[in-house]
């Protein structure tokens, strides 16, 4: 038996790029005291969701990997705290910005760093103006409490990111997020489609899944999105474990036995019987393959 406590939290901004820090260090202490061992903030929880708008004051936000002062702060919280901490930043690199992930394991070391695939582009989410794609490829990380996969929000629409991390190992799937309500229809609402779409990365892969969301409404220069929350822990087959509602902060916890789970996955049979062979189409971007132009 292999357990491992896993937490979501789910919080909004506070108006200051500190009093966020704080928010989240106090949730992260709520989260350790329930005996969590890895827990999971939401993504860009250090500002507001600075993308509803073009803004170019916003990339006087982003920090080096290296020496990063948030990352820092994080390393020593989650030493103190004997917890893993996937820490979510605007990074700077040269010349170049990533929306990127940091993993801090349970002794503080920083395990390295995710740089976001996925960049969306839309009214509310205008993130292709701040953020290149990332370069790292989706990774896996070997921590105190298990091999963690983790993709940042854009990313968890897509099979192909969590099924790749599954193969490299992955144990449990972590997804910090913002997203909310869409500026051109206001009624249109993804929370549903959002969540189902998570599950299925759970049951497709058998292995739990973890996601944090932000809540509050945010208003920005052009429009203004109101985060849903919804932060939820799914279970290895899909099902919903825990989740919390669209409007609270708080904090949200579930114990897996990782080798119960890794004894299912292998039973079942889903890696055994893939067929990488055949799946050649999922390389290209029109299901093509070998077609010349």
């Known amino acids: 038996m292999r357990e491992v406590t896993v937490a979501a939290t789910q919080t909004l901004d506070q108006g200051s790029q500190e009093a966020n820090i704080e928010r989240i260090e106090t949730l992260i202490k709520q989260a ?13 929880f250090a500002l507001p969701y600075f993308c509803k708008d073009q803004n170019p004051k916003w990339f006087q936000q982003a920090m080096p ?8 702060r994080m ?9 893993v901490i996937p820490v979510s930043f605007f990074e700077r690199c040269q010349n170049a910005f990533f929306n990127s992930i940091a993993i801090i394991d349970a ?13 969306p582009d839309g009214p509310g989410y205008q993130e292709k103006y701040y ?31 969590a099924r790749a991390m599954v193969l490299q190992g992955a144990e449990l799937l972590l997804y910090p997020t913002a997203i909310g309500s869409e500026p051109p229809d206001p009624t249109w609402d993804s929370q549903g489609h959002w969540q189902r779409v998570m599950q299925g990365h759970a049951a497709a892969n058998l292995v739990p ?11 920005g220069e052009t429009c203004e999105v ?11 087959t899909g099902e919903l474990i825990q989740s919390m509602d669209r409007t609270s902060e708080g904090v949200i916890t579930t114990t897996f036995d990782l080798d119960a789970i890794a ?31």
């Open 263 to 293: 004894q299912l996955r292998t039973t079942w049979g889903i890696f055994r019987d893939r067929r990488p062979d055949l799946y050649g189409a999922l390389s290209t971007l029109d299901g093509q393959i070998g077609r010349s132009h």
């Open 107 to 119: 002794d503080g070391s920083i395990l390295g760093v995710y740089r976001k695939a996925h960049i």
């Open 65 to 72: 990997f290296e020496n990063n002062p948030l990352l820092a």
């Open 75 to 83: 390393s020593d919280l989650a030493a103190h705290l004997e917890v």
């Open 32 to 44: 350790a005291t329930q005996g969590a061992t890895v827990i999971l903030p939401q993504e860009l």
């Open 209 to 219: 899944v973890v996601a944090s969301n932000r809540v509050g409404r945010e208003v």
């Open 131 to 161: 953020f290149s794609p990332g370069d790292t490829g989706f990774r896996v990380w070997q921590t105190r409490y298990g091999r963690l996969g983790v993709g940042i929000c854009w990313d968890q629409w897509f099979p192909e990111a």
């Open 226 to 236: 109101t985060f849903y929350g919804s932060s939820f822990i799914a279970g290895p």
